[in-house]
């Protein structure tokens, strides 16, 4: 689900304070609910922006920078390991990745790392 739209929160700040509404009437003529009216009203007292927020979650620690680095490292030397993929990232980004985001951030690209041993 989308975050309400800014000017929705604005409108729902301005009924409350300005318009001499109740919260729960706001709430019904916007159809949202008590607990967000509650919310923005308590930002914008404070000070705060009604901007929608980050919708929470690290920021990956794989980048566009670091994908690129792995697309262009496999495109060169598609039998490389996990172990010298992550010595690759750490030598030109500067970036200490365990091997288990490495690997899955190449699943994500759909480019598995699943070797098959040879058969004598």
Same mark, same amino acid.
């Given at each position: 689900?989308?975050?309400?739209?800014?000017?929705?929160? #604005?409108?729902?700040?301005?009924?409350? %304070?300005?318009?001499? +509404?109740?919260?729960?009437?706001? @709430? $019904?003529?916007?159809?949202?609910?008590?607990?967000?009216?509650?919310?923005?009203?308590?930002?914008?007292?404070?000070?705060?922006?009604?901007?929608?927020?980050?919708?929470?979650?690290? #920021?990956p620690l794989l980048q566009?920078? %670091?994908?690129?680095? +792995?697309?262009?490292?496999?495109? @060169? $030397?598609?039998?490389?390991t996990l172990e010298e993929?992550?010595?690759?990232?750490?030598?030109?980004?500067h970036t200490t990745a365990?091997?288990?985001?490495?690997?899955?951030?190449?699943?994500?690209?759909?480019?598995?790392?699943?070797?098959?041993?040879?058969?004598?």
């Amino acid at each position: 689900m989308s975050p309400y739209p800014t000017e929705l929160r #604005v409108r729902v700040v301005a009924a409350v %304070e300005e318009g001499g +509404l109740s919260i729960p009437e706001v @709430a $019904r003529l916007f159809q949202v609910g008590l607990t967000f009216i509650n919310k923005m009203l308590k930002w914008h007292r404070a000070g705060e922006a009604l901007e929608p927020r980050h919708g929470g979650g690290p #920021v990956p620690l794989l980048q566009e920078k %670091e994908t690129t680095l +792995l697309r262009q490292e496999l495109k @060169a $030397r598609p039998d490389a390991t996990l172990e010298e993929l992550q010595q690759v990232l750490a030598a030109k980004c500067h970036t200490t990745a365990s091997l288990s985001t490495i690997s899955r951030r190449l699943q994500g690209l759909n480019l598995p790392r699943e070797k098959k041993s040879p058969r004598q």
